[in-house]
């Protein structure tokens, strides 16, 4: 007996099928490392910011509430891994694990305020709370650090055997690793029936809690995942790093993450990805060539960007036409 | 998403990748990070100018190699410093770092310095604790404590027998509170109160409102170069000055770099400090009329005569190790004695931290420009924090 | 009390640099972040005219407005207008993109450094009353010129919104701007305007506020978050409703950083915290109007 299954569910089957450059795409990143050594380092914190991104992704593109704080958990999860590997065991991948679940923590509590009100007000709670954690990492400088940022966090080896060196290789390496495993989650997460009722609630949230889906709910464990992830980037950020500093709850890291989500494209998990490549290594090339009035040169660019279409940038057949 | 797109792009992004560096090695580089853009952005600006300076009066070649100067901006973010550090260490392979124009900037680099055998001389930032990062740090700006006891030793025999504290809430700030009171205190005097100011802050107000409020004999107060300013303004015009209150604390507040433009609220005003633009040397005044000269009338400050005597440390190095680097590069640069715009200094061999002397300066109008006027000097200070 | 009378010059000064970031959140669903780089064009204008040409201090504050009104006019027309139409997500990045621009363009032409006010001599004083706690009050002269000068502005705003033409068009528009239109009333215009007007009294609040808040290339993006925390609170659809979260925010900033100077900052964020929790709509919302 043949199991017919409906034009609907064909066309979500459609879009979770993997692409045929993905694979390539994923196998030239984790082997970035080695065919480019000299930028190991830059690919590291790509990989770090682009996991960011793709967590701010789960939350902006799929649910649709706009984030200007989520460098709290970022952040939360970085002093956490940090802290762990300082006090308790440098072992990466455990620290790694700790970060995770403190930022999925975190998210969890924080998920209960971004409930209500409009964009304005969801942007202001979220900006609020990191903000309230940056002072709060500030006061309580005796655990961490204060303003000179929690010092001497030596990590052990990856799997106990692969060191950090100072190329920097075995970081981008563990840094790509994690991006990966944590995106084919999220890819799993977004392309399920689970995925499905997010978008319809970005969509329409009033016509999904009609059809009785039930949204706070959906939103709650959206937002705690993003966390999560976010929480592991923070963890890479401050082991492959080796400490970790008050600015990672910085407005600037929330802005910055969500520019390059924009300009990627929102709502497709590789915006943040290719967001986060274009915008690091656009920011290192012309910081080499006007170290001081780059952000000139960055904010021509996102106007232009947005004059011109956002959807145009990564289709560069398409920036002849008007 | 296109295929054909990303196959471009990876190509692409592959081919940038190898066009990797090849660099020839008979140049002596040195790697200059500093806080181009946001808030320190001055402090970027004068050290830059500075060793570029530097650079023009004293020729770009040392020990028959070419000097390259790479400037790189790191937005005073700590991990983009250790990421561009890293970077200068590994792929541009420099023989030295410098820079730093904050303490979180200098104490994340520095395990790179120890790992790479790089010396990194530390221009800007003045927590004393940053020099015992990494036994390849050299100092040439200075600390916040030596600035502090100059005038927790100048206040008592001055009339000056209570104290309120007032510092911006972060590691040198809260190095200037400590060795002030630890001082002020020892001398016989009594801090009746210290209040930290938050880094972001728009509005003194509520602070000088209560200093005002407890009625010492002075305020004392660190902030960061920007900030000292509007400190200043709201001083004045809170009355503070005729409610018997004076003004003390460490140069920051009267930075040269801004001091011109504070306008008559400024006189009068004691600190003490390593540098000023008055400085009544030969020395000095060459400095100072070459730096005007290169940068339209910018007066150097302090921040401009740690990147000048960081790269006089550099390019003496340089000569007697032939432009070597690593462990000989760092044995040439301890203990050396050289005379600084500043005055004497010598970089402690010991420390590797900067010895100088620090000077009791007050404002005054000269020649219709304000500057911190000289009047009294403490000599040879050696870091306090250090001599624990 | 002085601490009262310095909170309430403090807000007023925030409201008259948000009230036009209000109103034009509300009336052109537009997220301008680069409203901070107005004010800060108004706040070197100032500088700059008082240090080079020597123009007297209360020549330039009207000098501030009208040249940054006609800038905001100006981009309003070439820039904005295409980018009503785009999602909330590209307005944020636009005008991020024209924020950074602003302030590296400064940055170059006048230099990092902060730059420093020389006020006019009558406003330089202070008068005290009352000596003793809590009612002693010191009023520095130019905190009180604040507050005339904001207090004036907020009448004549609110007169014109209730009493005039001009605002019922503009009060219409913000409620619906296409049966507004379909009445006739050409919305364009009206969008323009508010946006110059906007933009003019954000440059008159840089100007005014250079003085007690700092004026530096990184201003604009220092105090979006102030900016923004008072539209938040205050809700788009009144000005009463911004001034009062102004003047709460203001009040509470000083107070708390007098009381618990360790808490300092923390305090603001916990009361915007606790407010949009409490009310997500912001506190003073209309009956009936947009969210």
Same mark, same amino acid.
């Given at each position: 007996?043949?199991?017919?299954?409906?034009?609907?569910?064909?066309?979500?089957?459609?879009?979770?099928?993997?692409?045929?450059?993905?694979?390539?795409?994923?196998?030239?990143?984790?082997?970035?490392?080695?065919?480019?050594?000299?930028?190991?380092?830059?690919?590291?914190?790509?990989?770090?910011?682009?996991?960011?991104?793709? @967590?701010?992704?789960?939350?902006?593109?799929?649910?649709?509430?706009?984030?200007?704080?989520?460098?709290?958990?970022?952040?939360?999860?970085?002093?956490?891994?940090?802290?762990?590997?300082?006090?308790?065991?440098?072992?990466?991948?455990?620290?790694?694990?700790?970060?995770?679940?403190?930022?999925?923590?975190?998210?969890?509590?924080?998920?209960?305020?971004?409930?209500?009100?409009?964009?304005?007000?969801?942007?202001?709670?979220?900006?609020?709370?990191?903000?309230?954690?940056?002072?709060?990492?500030?006061?309580?400088?005796?655990?961490?650090?204060?303003?000179?940022?929690?010092?001497?966090?030596?990590?052990?080896?990856?799997?106990?055997?692969?060191?950090?060196?100072?190329?920097?290789?075995?970081?981008?390496?563990?840094?790509?690793?994690?991006?990966?495993?944590?995106?084919?989650?999220?890819?799993?997460?977004?392309?399920?029936?689970?995925?499905?009722?997010?978008?319809?609630?970005?969509?329409?949230?009033?016509?999904?809690?009609?059809?009785?889906?039930?949204?706070?709910?959906?939103?709650?464990?959206?937002?705690?995942?993003?966390?999560?992830?976010?929480?592991?980037?923070?963890?890479?950020?401050?082991?492959?790093?080796?400490?970790? @500093?008050?600015?990672?709850?910085?407005?600037?890291?929330?802005?910055?993450?969500?520019?390059?989500?924009? $300009?990627?494209?929102?709502?497709?998990?590789?915006?943040?990805?290719?967001?986060?490549?274009?915008?690091?290594?656009?920011?290192?090339?012309?910081?080499?060539?006007?170290?001081?009035?780059?952000?000139?040169?960055?904010?021509?660019?996102?106007?232009?960007?947005?004059?011109?279409?956002?959807?145009?940038?990564?289709?560069?057949?398409?920036?002849?036409?008007? | 998403?296109?295929?054909?797109?990303?196959?471009?792009?990876?190509?692409?992004?592959?081919?940038?990748?190898?066009?990797?560096?090849?660099?020839?090695?008979?140049?002596?580089?040195?790697?200059?990070?500093?806080?181009?853009?946001?808030?320190?952005?001055?402090?970027?600006?004068?050290?830059?100018?500075?060793?570029?300076?530097? $650079?023009?009066?004293?020729?770009?070649?040392?020990?028959?190699?070419?000097?390259?100067? $790479?400037?790189?901006?790191?937005?005073?973010?700590?991990?983009?410093?250790?990421?561009? &550090?890293?970077?200068?260490?590994?792929?541009?392979?420099?023989?030295?770092?410098?820079?730093?124009?904050?303490?979180?900037?200098?104490?994340?680099?520095?395990?790179?310095?120890?790992?790479?055998?790089?010396?990194?001389?530390?221009?800007?930032?003045?927590?004393?604790?940053?020099?015992?990062?990494?036994?390849?740090?050299?100092?040439?700006?200075?600390?916040?404590?030596?600035?502090?006891?100059?005038?927790?030793?100048?206040?008592?025999?001055?009339?000056?027998?209570?104290?309120?504290?007032?510092?911006?809430?972060?590691?040198?700030?809260?190095?200037?509170?400590?060795?002030?009171?630890?001082?002020?205190?020892?001398?016989?005097?009594?801090?009746?109160?210290?209040?930290?100011?938050?880094?972001?802050?728009?509005?003194?107000?509520?602070?000088?409102?209560?200093?005002?409020?407890?009625?010492?004999?002075?305020?004392?107060?660190?902030?960061?170069?920007?900030?000292?300013?509007?400190?200043?303004?709201?001083?004045?015009?809170?009355?503070?000055?005729?409610?018997?209150?004076?003004?003390?604390?460490?140069?920051?507040?009267?930075?040269?770099?801004?001091?011109?433009?504070?306008?008559?609220?400024?006189?009068?005003?004691?600190?003490?400090?390593?540098?000023?633009?008055?400085?009544?040397?030969?020395?000095?005044?060459?400095?100072?009329?070459?730096?005007?000269?290169?940068?339209?009338?910018?007066?150097?400050?302090?921040?401009?005569?740690?990147?000048?005597?960081?790269?006089?440390?550099?390019?003496?190095?340089?000569?007697?190790?032939?432009?070597?680097?690593?462990?000989?590069?760092?044995?040439?640069?301890?203990?050396?004695?050289?005379?600084?715009?500043?005055?004497?200094?010598?970089?402690?061999?010991?420390?590797?931290?900067?010895?100088?002397?620090?000077?009791?300066?007050?404002?005054?109008?000269?020649?219709?420009?304000?500057?911190?006027?000289?009047? @009294?000097?403490?000599?040879?200070?050696?870091?306090?924090?250090?001599?624990? | 009390?002085?601490?009262?009378?310095?909170?309430?010059?403090?807000?007023?000064?925030?409201? $008259?640099?948000?009230?036009?970031?209000?109103?034009?959140?509300?009336?052109?669903?537009?997220?301008?972040?680069?409203?901070?780089?107005?004010?800060?064009?108004?706040?070197?204008?100032?500088?700059?005219?008082?240090?080079?040409?020597?123009?007297?201090?209360?020549?330039?504050?009207?000098?501030?407005?009208?040249?940054?009104?006609?800038?905001? &006019?100006?981009?309003?027309?070439?820039?904005?207008?295409?980018?009503?139409?785009?999602?909330?997500?590209?307005?944020?990045?636009?005008?991020?993109?024209?924020?950074?621009? &602003?302030?590296?363009?400064?940055?170059?032409?006048?230099?990092?450094?902060?730059?420093?006010?020389?006020?006019?001599?009558?406003?330089?004083?202070?008068?005290?009353?009352?000596?003793?706690?809590?009612?002693?009050?010191?009023?520095?002269?130019?905190?009180?010129?604040?507050?005339?000068?904001?207090?004036?502005?907020?009448?004549?705003?609110?007169?014109?919104?209730?009493?005039?033409?001009?605002?019922?068009?503009?009060?219409?528009?913000?409620?619906?701007?296409?049966?507004?239109?379909?009445?006739?009333?050409?919305?364009?215009?009206?969008?323009?305007?508010?946006?110059?007007?906007?933009?003019?009294?954000?440059?008159?609040?840089?100007?005014?506020?250079?003085?007690?808040?700092?004026?530096?290339?990184?201003?604009?993006?220092?105090?979006?978050?102030?900016?923004?925390?008072?539209?938040?609170?205050?809700?788009?659809?009144?000005?009463?409703?911004?001034?009062?979260? &102004?003047?709460?925010?203001?009040?509470?900033?000083?107070?708390?950083?007098?009381?618990?100077?360790?808490?300092?900052?923390?305090?603001?964020?916990?009361?915007?915290?606790?407010?949009?929790?409490?009310?997500?709509?912001?506190?003073?919302?209309?009956?009936?109007?947009?969210?």
């Amino acid at each position: 007996m043949k199991s017919v299954t409906s034009l609907a569910q064909q066309s979500v089957l459609r879009t979770s099928r993997m692409k045929v450059w993905e694979p390539v795409f994923w196998l030239l990143a984790l082997a970035s490392p080695w065919l480019a050594q000299q930028h190991a380092l830059i690919i590291n914190e790509i990989a770090i910011v682009a996991l960011f991104a793709v @967590s701010l992704d789960l939350v902006l593109g799929y649910t649709g509430i706009v984030s200007l704080g989520h460098a709290a958990f970022l952040g939360f999860g970085a002093y956490a891994a940090a802290l762990f590997a300082k006090w308790v065991m440098p072992d990466p991948l455990v620290g790694l694990l700790v970060g995770t679940l403190a930022a999925t923590v975190l998210g969890a509590v924080c998920s209960t305020t971004i409930l209500r009100g409009s964009d304005l007000t969801r942007l202001m709670v979220t900006l609020g709370m990191a903000l309230i954690l940056y002072e709060l990492a500030n006061k309580l400088d005796g655990l961490t650090g204060g303003s000179d940022g929690l010092q001497g966090v030596v990590m052990g080896p990856v799997l106990g055997r692969y060191e950090f060196d100072l190329m920097g290789q075995v970081a981008a390496w563990y840094s790509l690793s994690v991006l990966f495993v944590c995106f084919m989650l999220a890819r799993r997460l977004v392309h399920s029936p689970f995925g499905a009722t997010l978008m319809a609630v970005r969509d329409n949230r009033l016509r999904a809690m009609a059809i009785g889906i039930p949204v706070h709910a959906r939103l709650a464990v959206v937002y705690t995942t993003a966390a999560g992830v976010a929480g592991a980037a923070g963890a890479l950020m401050a082991q492959t790093t080796g400490f970790a @500093s008050l600015d990672v709850f910085a407005l600037d890291r929330s802005a910055d993450v969500m520019l390059m989500l924009v $300009i990627g494209g929102v709502g497709w998990l590789y915006g943040g990805v290719a967001g986060a490549i274009v915008f690091k290594l656009m920011h290192d090339v012309i910081s080499s060539i006007t170290p001081q009035y780059w952000t000139f040169w960055m904010g021509l660019f996102l106007v232009v960007l947005v004059m011109v279409g956002r959807e145009r940038l990564l289709k560069p057949w398409t920036w002849g036409r008007t | 998403m296109d295929k054909r797109f990303f196959i471009r792009a990876v190509a692409s992004a592959a081919m940038v990748a190898c066009v990797g560096s090849a660099m020839a090695q008979d140049k002596f580089k040195i790697g200059l990070i500093l806080p181009m853009t946001g808030p320190f952005a001055s402090t970027g600006k004068q050290i830059e100018a500075a060793a570029r300076l530097y $650079i023009a009066q004293n020729g770009d070649t040392v020990a028959g190699k070419k000097v390259e100067l $790479i400037v790189k901006d790191d937005t005073s973010a700590p991990d983009v410093t250790k990421r561009i &550090a890293q970077e200068m260490v590994v792929n541009d392979k420099v023989n030295v770092l410098a820079g730093f124009g904050l303490t979180p900037l200098a104490l994340a680099t520095a395990p790179i310095a120890t790992q790479s055998k790089t010396p990194l001389v530390v221009m800007a930032a003045a927590t004393s604790s940053i020099t015992e990062a990494s036994p390849y740090i050299i100092r040439t700006s200075f600390t916040l404590p030596q600035a502090a006891v100059g005038i927790a030793d100048w206040a008592p025999n001055n009339g000056i027998k209570k104290v309120v504290s007032l510092v911006a809430d972060y590691g040198p700030g809260i190095d200037a509170e400590k060795y002030f009171k630890d001082r002020f205190t020892f001398n016989g005097g009594q801090v009746i109160e210290t209040l930290r100011v938050p880094m972001r802050n728009p509005d003194f107000a509520p602070f000088l409102q209560k200093v005002r409020d407890l009625k010492p004999d002075a305020l004392y107060v660190f902030v960061p170069s920007g900030a000292g300013a509007a400190l200043m303004k709201q001083f004045a015009e809170r009355g503070m000055d005729k409610a018997g209150i004076r003004l003390i604390g460490t140069g920051d507040i009267t930075d040269d770099d801004i001091l011109n433009s504070m306008g008559d609220v400024a006189l009068g005003v004691v600190t003490s400090h390593h540098y000023s633009t008055s400085h009544n040397s030969p020395a000095n005044k060459k400095f100072v009329a070459a730096f005007e000269k290169a940068n339209a009338g910018l007066r150097p400050n302090f921040m401009a005569v740690g990147g000048y005597d960081g790269m006089r440390v550099i390019y003496e190095a340089a000569k007697a190790t032939k432009g070597g680097s690593g462990e000989a590069l760092l044995t040439a640069m301890k203990g050396q004695i050289f005379e600084s715009p500043r005055g004497p200094m010598f970089i402690d061999a010991q420390t590797r931290d900067v010895v100088h002397n620090i000077y009791i300066r007050k404002v005054e109008r000269v020649n219709g420009q304000l500057y911190n006027q000289e009047f @009294s000097t403490l000599k040879d200070v050696k870091d306090p924090g250090k001599s624990k | 009390m002085t601490i009262l009378f310095d909170g309430i010059a403090y807000g007023m000064l925030l409201f $008259i640099l948000a009230v036009g970031l209000s109103v034009t959140m509300g009336l052109m669903n537009f997220i301008n972040l680069a409203h901070g780089a107005f004010a800060m064009a108004g706040g070197y204008l100032t500088v700059v005219l008082m240090q080079r040409y020597e123009v007297p201090f209360l020549v330039c504050l009207p000098l501030a407005f009208v040249a940054t009104a006609l800038l905001g &006019a100006l981009l309003e027309r070439t820039l904005y207008r295409p980018m009503y139409r785009k999602p909330h997500l590209d307005q944020v990045l636009f005008s991020i993109g024209l924020a950074f621009m &602003a302030v590296a363009s400064v940055d170059y032409f006048v230099g990092s450094q902060q730059q420093i006010m020389q006020l006019p001599e009558w406003l330089k004083g202070r008068t005290e009353l009352w000596d003793g706690q809590p009612w002693a009050l010191g009023m520095g002269h130019y905190r009180l010129f604040i507050i005339a000068v904001c207090a004036a502005l907020t009448v004549g705003l609110q007169y014109v919104l209730s009493a005039t033409r001009f605002g019922s068009r503009l009060r219409a528009s913000v409620d619906d701007p296409r049966v507004a239109s379909g009445l006739g009333i050409n919305v364009n215009v009206v969008f323009a305007a508010t946006f110059a007007v906007g933009s003019g009294l954000a440059g008159l609040g840089g100007a005014l506020g250079a003085e007690v808040l700092g004026l530096d290339p990184t201003f604009p993006l220092k105090f979006m978050v102030y900016f923004l925390i008072v539209v938040a609170v205050g809700g788009t659809s009144s000005i009463t409703g911004p001034l009062l979260a &102004a003047l709460l925010l203001g009040v509470a900033d000083v107070a708390g950083k007098y009381y618990v100077p360790k808490l300092g900052a923390f305090i603001v964020y916990s009361l915007m915290l606790a407010i949009l929790i409490w009310r997500p709509q912001g506190l003073f919302v209309r009956q009936g109007g947009k969210s």
